[in-house]
């Protein structure tokens, strides 16, 4: 017959993790699960359901919580062996609630080991109270022959009495058991933080160096205001280091900028971006490739080359836009792999879209990326940018800023130069983002030639 457990959190996907926790034994027909959101409607379901044998409890909850109900439970006599769940830093609310009827407890974060013992262990107390419980009503019906009522009478009342010595002897012992092992259990938990505090600190650190090296890796920005004196980069990563990339060279007369978004941001965008990084330094710098729709087809068979990708693994790669600009010949080259270029022009704005697949996917089935030729005017403003401007949740209703909002704002600010665009860029993001969380890395690049 399966054990009946009732679990009391208020927390949404305290139930997923148990059902997934015991699914083998639920499928099997060993356990079944009931749920109650706070401690009343426990004890709505105790009632209703009194063969339950072992009940999990949080102890903040609203409504009424997990101290409260155990108080309850001992008033309206269940006899469900119950388990306190509660933070390592809890004890003196976990001491009350062992004083008033708790068998044991479990520590957040829960483990499945933890979890899997202590309720062998409870199932084990409640089969042993139900065999004494079933023994007592045997014993109470063999007792009703009148001729000894009144002896077997006095010697119920003798064992009870008994019974009940040994009972408050036996809780004595367990609550100098329990305290013995909330003592041990602290020690353990406070030298486990520690020793997470200590793996954090070293991660932190590799990632602050990391960041260093990526910063190492992408080129100066005044190094773009050389070539472009009326020039921004709005670079802002989501995390200490960024998915985000952008990369830019003299080449043959010609001036390469590249605005790159790969798959992920932290530390798995970051990887991509150091691989792209050498990628291009390779495709342009070495192999001499200046037009973009080529470089795009070059970088996309090194990535694939680079990375050994299959399907399984196709969602790995980056989204890019690369401008060849020849600023003699006033001629601007384009091509895109998801990601668009945007001129103004005399306050209209012109888009140049990409094509509709990123570097790395194994899907593309074209031999080339769409080229883009472009004669390009004195106060032309280019901009090349990745999605996390326009994703950002913010604002009065809580919503992105959208691609209409942005075209919007890069008109409005066209009587600004470069570096005062960028400023501004920086000041919309920062207020419609508000107290909300950033919710990607943002790159913005413009130039004015």
């Not at 009940?55 to 919580?65: E, G, L």
């Not at 990375?307 to 980056?318: C, P, R, T, Y």
Request: with cysteine.
């Amino acid at each position: 017959m399966a054990s009946k457990v009732l679990v009391v959190d208020d927390e949404p996907d305290v139930e997923s993790l148990f059902r997934q926790f015991f699914r083998s034994q639920i499928k099997k027909g060993e356990l079944t699960f009931a749920f109650a959101e706070n401690g009343s409607a426990a004890l709505d379901k105790l009632k209703l359901e009194p063969d339950i044998d072992v009940v999990f409890t949080d102890i903040n909850m609203p409504v009424m919580d997990g101290l409260t109900f155990l108080e309850k439970k001992k008033e309206n006599n269940h006899l469900q062996k119950t388990v306190v769940i509660s933070a390592y830093g809890d004890m003196q609310n976990i001491r009350t609630a062992m004083n008033r009827g708790a068998f044991d407890f479990i520590t957040k974060p829960i483990t499945f080991e933890d979890l899997q013992l202590t309720l062998v262990k409870s199932i084990e107390e409640m089969v042993l109270l139900k065999k004494g419980i079933e023994a007592q009503k045997n014993l109470i019906q063999s007792q009703h022959e009148k001729e000894i009522a009144l002896i077997e009478k006095a010697e119920a009342q003798q064992q009870a009495l008994q019974s009940l010595q040994e009972k408050e002897k036996l809780i004595l012992f367990q609550n100098e058991l329990l305290e013995s092992q909330v003592t041990e259990r602290t020690k353990e938990v406070l030298y486990q933080k520690e020793l997470l505090e200590i793996k954090n600190k070293e991660i932190l650190d590799s990632i602050h160096y990391a960041n260093s090296l990526q910063k190492a890796i992408l080129p100066p920005e005044n190094e773009l205001r050389t070539l472009f004196p009326q020039s921004f980069i709005f670079f802002k990563p989501k995390d200490i280091i960024s998915g985000d990339f952008y990369w830019f060279n003299y080449k043959a007369d010609k001036i390469i900028v590249v605005a790159a978004d790969c798959t992920g941001h932290g530390v798995a965008g970051a990887l991509m971006s150091v691989l792209g990084t050498s990628l291009l330094n390779q495709i342009v710098n070495e192999k001499g490739i200046t037009v973009p729709d080529q470089i795009l087809k070059q970088l996309n068979n090194s990535v694939i080359n680079s990375l050994n990708k299959s399907e399984a693994d196709a969602h790995a790669g980056m989204d890019v836009a690369v401008c060849s600009i020849d600023l003699k010949n006033k001629q601007l080259e384009f091509a895109g792999a998801k990601r668009p270029l945007w001129i103004i022009r005399k306050g209209e704005l012109l888009q140049f879209a990409g094509d509709k697949f990123s570097i790395g996917s194994q899907y593309w089935d074209n031999e080339s990326f769409t080229h883009h030729s472009i004669s390009i005017l004195t106060d032309d403003s280019i901009y090349l940018f990745s999605d996390g401007f326009v994703d950002q949740f913010g604002g009065e209703n809580g919503k992105k800023i959208m691609t209409s909002n942005f075209k919007e704002l890069l008109i409005s600010i066209q009587n600004n130069n470069m570096r005062e665009q960028g400023i501004l860029l920086n000041e919309y993001f920062e207020i419609w983002k508000g107290n909300n969380e950033q919710v990607d890395d943002v790159m913005v690049i413009g130039i004015k030639v």
